[in-house]
C-alpha cells in the first residue's frame, strides 16, 4: 500500500484542533523538524503533547510553545525551556512530569493495548502519593495536583499502577522509510519514535530518505508499516544542537 503523502502542510492539515500528539525526539536529538514546523504555520491550537521534553526557547516544541498552540504537555524533563517554565508558574499550560522510563513505558504499553501496569518507580515520592503541581494559578498558588495512585505489595516491594498513553496522532522523523510506511532510525535518533508509532491512532512520519518498497532489507526495519497512515520526504534539516561546548585547540 502506498501511503505518501505530498507535504508536511497536507500531512498537519488531518490534525484539528485540540488534538493529543505523540511527538517523537529526545531533547532536539530526532524531532520531527518538517512537521513541527508545519504545525506552526498552520496555527493549530489546543494541542497536548507527549513527549520527551518541550524542545528549547528556539527550537523543536518549543516554538509551538511560544505561539501558545500547546495547552499541555506530558513530560520527562523540561529543564531547558524558560519559556516553557514561564507558562507552567503563571498557569497558562499544564505540566503531566512522568520519571522518563515510566513514560517510556507507558507509551509502549499504550501502543501495546495494555491500559495498566506497576513499576517501582515514584513508590514512596509524589509521583504516588500525588500531589505534584499541574497547574498553578497566576498568583503561583496550585490549582490543579497530580492524584494518588493505587499501590500494591508485590513479594514484600511496594509498585504504582501507571496507566497506559495512547496519542490521535504521532508525528516522528526516520532515517529511510519506504512508500509503505517502513521504517528506519539511525542510532539515537530512534528514542522514543518507535513506540510512538505504535500508540498513536494516526501516525505521520517524515523520513529524510524515502525509498520505494524492497529497497529496505526487512531485517533491518526498526518499525513495520502497519502502524504507520502517512509519510512523506522530508527536507532541510537542521538536526539543532541542544548545547554546543568548545574549547580551544592545542597549539602545535
Same mark, same amino acid.
Given at each position: 500500500m502506498d501511503k505518501r503523502i505530498s507535504s508536511a502542510d497536507d500531512a498537519v492539515a488531518l490534525i484539528p484542533n485540540g488534538s493529543t500528539i505523540m511527538s517523537g525526539g529526545f531533547g532536539l536529538c530526532g524531532n520531527p523538524e518538517n512537521l513541527i514546523a508545519a504545525l506552526h504555520r498552520a496555527g493549530t491550537e489546543g494541542l497536548s503533547f507527549v513527549s520527551n521534553n518541550c524542545g528549547t526557547d528556539a527550537h523543536g516544541l518549543g516554538t509551538l510553545?511560544? *505561539? /501558545? !498552540?500547546i495547552? /499541555? @504537555?506530558t513530560s520527562s524533563y523540561v529543564g531547558e525551556n524558560k519559556e516553557f517554565e514561564r507558562q507552567f508558574l503563571t498557569g497558562e499550560i499544564e505540566v503531566e512530569l512522568v520519571p522518563q522510563g515510566t513514560l517510556a513505558e507507558r507509551i509502549r504499553a499504550g501502543?501495546?493495548? %495494555?491500559?495498566?501496569f506497576y513499576t517501582a518507580t515514584g513508590v514512596g515520592t509524589q509521583v504516588s502519593e500525588g500531589g505534584l503541581p @499541574?497547574?498553578? *494559578?497566576? *498568583?503561583?498558588?496550585? /490549582?490543579k495536583a497530580s492524584p494518588k495512585k493505587e499501590v500494591r505489595d508485590f513479594n514484600g516491594r511496594q509498585y504504582v499502577?501507571? !496507566?497506559?498513553?495512547?496519542?490521535?496522532?504521532?508525528? %516522528?522523523?526516520?532515517?529511510v522509510a519506504d512508500y509503505s510506511g517502513n521504517l528506519v532510525f539511525r542510532k539515537?535518533?530512534? *528514542?522514543?519514535?518507535? %513506540? @510512538?508509532? @505504535?500508540?498513536?491512532?494516526?501516525?505521520i512520519v517524515e523520513a529524510e530518505q524515502l525509498v520505494p518498497l524492497g529497497e529496505i532489507d526487512p531485517d533491518h526495519v526498526h518499525v513495520p508499516g502497519v502502524y504507520v497512515q502517512h509519510v512523506f520526504q522530508g527536507s532541510g534539516y537542521e538536526k539543532w544542537i541542544e548545547q554546543r561546548t568548545t574549547r580551544p585547540r592545542a597549539q602545535a
Open positions: 510553545l511560544n *505561539n /501558545k !498552540q495547552v /499541555k @504537555m501502543g501495546a493495548g %495494555i491500559p495498566a @499541574m497547574i498553578y *494559578n497566576a *498568583n503561583g498558588s496550585v /490549582k499502577l501507571e !496507566q497506559g498513553l495512547t496519542a490521535d496522532f504521532t508525528i %516522528i522523523r526516520a532515517a539515537t535518533a530512534q *528514542n522514543f519514535s518507535s %513506540i @510512538m508509532a @505504535m500508540a498513536g491512532k494516526v501516525t
